[in-house]
């Protein structure tokens, strides 16, 4: 069945960066992109930006322009989320998700575990 | 504040009908899907709804769904236990090309 495995909870300072990795398996990597996703403690999912797999295109949220890098590695079909200039709120679990069509318009279908990144001086 | 709109909480007995709604714009459910979220605690999200009123495989036919102009509702017929959640609804969002998802609904089945 479709698994999205991520990477392990990460502590981080303010103004430092932080990469997640989303480790994809059981379909064909290129067919679908992924999104970003996360949450902060107790509060709703807010969407980050989508990379396609096939050629690896972008589109983030306005709100993370400049500070968000999405990157693909077809050979071990993963996807990359680098976040930079962390401040205190970009405290929040981060999931990924596979979109249902290869284009970032379709649903999110798919969920990785989701990983815990804290950021704390 | 989220661009869709939702009610914080609902809650049902295992005897009743339970709905949750969600409102938006011309940008986002005015144009375009609605898609339904269950999040048990502590999990990641799991679609429960795609397209306005489709169910994935799996998902108890208990749960339906619509949408109508800018607005769209959730409704658990006969709500159990292992349906206490938080429920998102999403949508594509035309004005800011991005996902947009509605603040959360905490289900209580009392």
């Known amino acids: 069945q479709v698994q999205l495995v991520q990477s392990g909870a990460e502590v981080r300072k303010p103004g430092a960066s932080v990469k997640v990795s989303c480790k994809a398996s059981a379909y064909t990597f290129t067919s679908y992109g992924i999104s970003w996703v996360r949450q902060a403690p107790g509060q709703g999912l807010e969407w980050m930006g989508w990379i396609s797999t096939y050629n690896g295109n972008t589109r983030y949220a306005q709100k993370f322009q400049g500070r968000v890098s999405m990157t693909t590695d077809t050979s071990t079909s993963t996807v990359y989320m680098e976040l930079r200039s962390l401040r205190s709120d970009d405290t929040a679990v981060y999931y990924c998700a596979r979109d249902s069509g290869g284009n970032a318009v379709y649903w999110l279908g798919y969920w990785g575990q989701g990983t815990l990144v804290t950021v704390s001086s | ?110």
């Not at chain 2, 994935?56 to 339906?64: I, L, Q």
């Not at chain 2, 159990?80 to 004005?95: F, L």
């Open chain 2, 1 to 110: 504040q989220s661009v869709l709109t939702q009610p914080p909480s609902a809650s049902g007995t295992p005897g009743q009908r339970v709905t949750i709604s969600c409102s938006g714009s011309s940008s986002n459910l005015g144009s375009n899907y609605v898609y339904w979220y269950q999040q048990l605690p502590g999990t990641a999200p799991k679609l429960l709804i795609y397209r306005n009123d489709q169910r994935p495989s799996g998902v108890p036919d208990r749960f339906s769904a619509s949408k109508s102009g800018t607005s769209a509702s959730l409704a658990i017929s006969g709500p159990r236990s292992e349906d206490e959640a938080d429920y998102y609804c999403a949508s594509w969002d035309d004005s800011v090309s991005g996902w947009v998802f509605g603040g959360g609904t905490k289900l209580t089945v009392l």
